[in-house]
């Protein structure tokens, strides 16, 4: 039976938490001082140790200054309040994750749930690491290159704990891959894992779909609506392209990283949410704080634990491996094994991979279909020297000299006009929403690469996925219009 162990030198709220613990089945200690807690670790090894800081012969920190006491015990902090102090205390002193007071019974009960004794997630990591030198992989993510496997020991740390993970990198490098498994290998693992991309749906709908909305809080809303925190109860809640997310809605996600709660809309009562969130971005966090494109505040707080993925030019050494990884799975798909010659092989390795991963993979894809036989050779793959590179963060429509005139003597047409010469600019009337600015941009460089999507979406700095969603808003609202 799991064993719980209560350090809480407040006599009524250790017996109130205790009579919640053991009414879920299990068996509990009390501890109200550092003296009794060692007592109680020494005569029996808990499974979960609930442990407030503050107590009377001392800091419930000192408790990890002798590690063998609680080698094999899950500990979760006792807070007053969620901060982000908290948070990196609770890291960096091996606690998994902290409770906040008052302590709900449903927040309880997701923490007892999720009881798993250190050892085993070690274990699987150990698992992965040793499956790793074999086969060249951890988990689902692939690669031997120095640089990832620093990101696995990040992985391997951070997973078993319940703090915020902020995850930063070029697009396809596999962002959504590392958070998926940061879920797969945590405490969570048995709830639910939802992906969102904020910059794939409607600034009119965000809010609804990520907090969700009650039954006639707007027109069309003809029933209660579950948004993505409830859903992903217990769960992880992976927040993709976080910069993509309008101002204002920051402001609500930062309130419910604070205090654990959130309102649907049109509600007048606040829900508890018990989900840990992983965001992340193709940007870099500091240069969207300063663009405009993130909350401060917000961007420190998602930071608790910052991943950062390496783009796969600065690994090129894993670019075989990863061929030959989704060549075999295409390969499976199709019904027909294929392989690359040596020549393709090098080709591949000697590229710089503007899109990352996700280019390479699209790469093989494309080869493999137009392979007449079973060898794939270097002529439908792309030549080094001929990348399209996409820059990093500003955009190079956004680095030319943009003119800005007063909206009386402007040419409404001139932001909707895409010259091919070099310092090609878009002309912005002052009064102009940032939607409308966004639009002419992008309509603009569109019509400037000649409708090619992919040049343009590298040329803004976005996903290919968040142009193509842009683009459809854009269709909908000229129906609409008309």
């Known amino acids: 039976m799991t064993h719980a162990l209560i ?4 006599v009524d709220s250790a017996v109130t938490l205790k009579e919640l613990i053991a009414s879920e089945g299990l068996t509990v200690s009390t501890a109200f001082s550092l003296l009794d807690a060692r ?4 005569l029996q090894q808990p499974d979960i140790v609930l442990l407030d800081l503050k107590l009377p012969d001392g800091s419930g920190m000192d408790l990890f200054n002798d590690p063998e006491l609680l080698a094999n015990s ?7 309040h969620a901060s982000l102090e908290t948070s990196i205390l609770a890291l960096r002193l091996g606690a998994v994750d902290y409770i906040v007071k008052p302590i709900t019974h449903k927040h309880l009960q997701g923490l007892l749930s999720r009881v798993t004794k250190p050892a085993v997630l070690k274990a699987e990591v150990a698992d992965l690491t040793a499956k790793l030198a074999s086969s060249g992989h951890f ?11 620093r990101v696995y020991e990040q992985i391997s740390r951070v997973a078993g704990t319940g703090v915020t993970v902020f995850i930063t990198g070029e697009s396809g490098t596999g962002k959504e891959v590392v958070a998926q498994t940061i879920h797969d290998l945590s405490r969570r693992r048995k709830m639910p894992f939802l992906a969102v991309n904020c910059g794939a749906i409607s600034p009119h709908l965000i809010e609804s779909e990520i907090f969700g909305h009650e039954k006639g809080s707007f027109t069309g809303a003809d029933r209660q609506h579950q948004g993505f925190f409830e859903r992903a109860a217990g769960g992880t809640l992976f927040l993709d392209e976080i910069t993509e997310m309008p101002l204002e809605l920051q402001v609500k996600l930062l309130r419910v990283l604070e205090t654990g709660r959130f309102m649907r809309v049109g509600a007048s009562q606040s829900m508890e949410t018990d989900v840990r969130i992983v965001a992340a971005t193709n940007r870099s966090p500091l240069q969207a704080v300063a663009t405009g ?4 505040d917000l961007m420190y707080r998602l930071n608790v634990f910052p991943i950062e993925l390496p783009p796969l030019r600065e690994r090129l050494s894993d670019v075989g491996l990863l061929a030959e990884h989704f060549l075999r799975r295409i390969g499976e798909l199709e019904g027909k094994a294929k392989s690359f010659t040596p ?4 080709q591949l390795a000697r ?5 990352n991963v996700r280019e390479l993979r699209n790469a ?5 279909v137009m392979a007449l036989d079973a060898q794939i050779d270097t002529q439908w793959l792309p030549e080094p020297g001929h990348e399209q590179k996409p820059p990093l963060d500003v955009p190079p429509a956004l680095s030319s000299p943009t003119q800005v005139q007063p909206a009386s003597h402007a040419d409404p047409e001139a932001a909707q006009s895409a010259p091919s010469t070099q310092g090609a600019s878009v002309v912005l009337p002052i009064g102009i929403t940032i939607a409308e600015a966004e639009q002419r941009l992008i309509l603009a460089t569109l019509r400037h690469y000649r409708h090619q999507k992919e040049r343009t979406a590298a040329a803004l700095g976005v996903s290919l996925k968040t142009l193509y969603n842009r683009l459809k808003q854009y269709a909908a609202d000229k129906d609409i219009e008309e």
């Open 343 to 346: 020549e393709a092989l090098d």
């Open 7 to 10: 350090v809480e030198d407040d």
């Open 74 to 80: 899950e500990v979760v902090l006792i807070t007053g």
């Open 39 to 42: 007592k109680q670790l020494a």
């Open 351 to 355: 590229y710089s991979w503007p899109g």
């Open 364 to 368: 093989v894809h494309r080869a493999y």
């Open 293 to 296: 494109r993130l909350r401060e």
């Open 139 to 149: 988990g689902q993510l692939w690669g031997r290159a120095p640089s990832m496997q």
